[in-house]
């Protein structure tokens, strides 16, 4: 299947949580700027974000969380583009709006045949929609359609989940932050659906490390390649 070459590109604890609890108050972009022994060397995480690829996938719960929905500044428009899961939906036309002033192209995926994103006329922003979610699908439009070539994936544990048992990660590249975070209900790097017995260790997926990098202030980036048997 063609599709484009991803990488799960995120920020961890050392018990690789990517949030600070079960709550959307709870925000691990918010929250770990304010941790002494953390805060100190967390933009180095960001400083790396701005060197990935030109189109990053992402959920819109996470769009809402941020706050898309209610900013009102005038964007500084930039040659990114956001592929958005979003079923709910989180974002509302006021997000989409704004998103479409910043980014270079928007590409929603939803099944909600009622999606704000429908009814509006952006120049900018399509609408994928489907029967139910499928990754395998929207990575192959995303190749042939939309012609992406790399792409960077952001999203929650939850769809990160699906991602992995699609085997559809190429690689993963993530900054682990000096923090313990706990809680078995707190989001971690890949959640989703467990496997129940030995028929389904082939869900899983082996890594071949690239790099080991000791950054400043004790947060390390840890990229590997995913290993492919086919």
């Not at 609408?127 to 139910?132: A, F, K, P, T």
């Not at 990660?169 to 932050?177: G, L, M, R, S, T």
């Not at 017995?197 to 899983?204: I, K, M």
């Amino acid at each position: 299947m063609e599709k484009p070459i991803t990488t799960l590109f995120m920020l961890m604890s050392i018990d690789g949580k990517i949030t600070s609890g079960n709550s959307d108050m709870l925000d691990s972009d918010k929250d770990w700027r304010t941790i002494e022994g953390v805060k100190e060397g967390i933009q180095q995480y960001y400083d790396l974000e701005q060197c990935t690829d030109l189109w990053s996938l992402n959920t819109g719960r996470v769009m809402a969380k941020v706050g898309m929905n209610f900013k009102t500044n005038e964007p500084k428009k930039t040659p990114v583009s956001f592929v958005l899961i979003d079923n709910k939906p989180h974002l509302t036309k006021d997000g989409i709006s704004y998103l479409s002033k910043w980014l270079k192209q928007v590409v929603i995926v939803t099944t909600n045949k009622n999606h704000p994103a429908i009814s509006m006329s952006l120049d900018n922003v399509k609408v994928e929609l489907q029967d139910e979610f499928n990754v395998l699908d929207i990575l192959h439009r995303l190749k042939t359609v939309y012609h992406v070539n790399r792409l960077t994936i952001q999203s929650g544990g939850k769809m990160n989940g699906l991602f992995l048992r699609e085997k559809c990660f190429d690689y993963i590249d993530v900054v682990v932050a000096p923090l313990l975070v706990g809680g078995k209900d707190t989001s971690t790097l890949i959640d989703g659906e467990s496997i129940t017995t030995t028929n389904e260790l082939s869900l899983l997926s082996a890594c071949r490390l690239i790099e080991c990098q000791q950054l400043e202030n004790s947060f390390v980036r840890l990229r590997y390649e995913v290993i492919h048997n086919h």
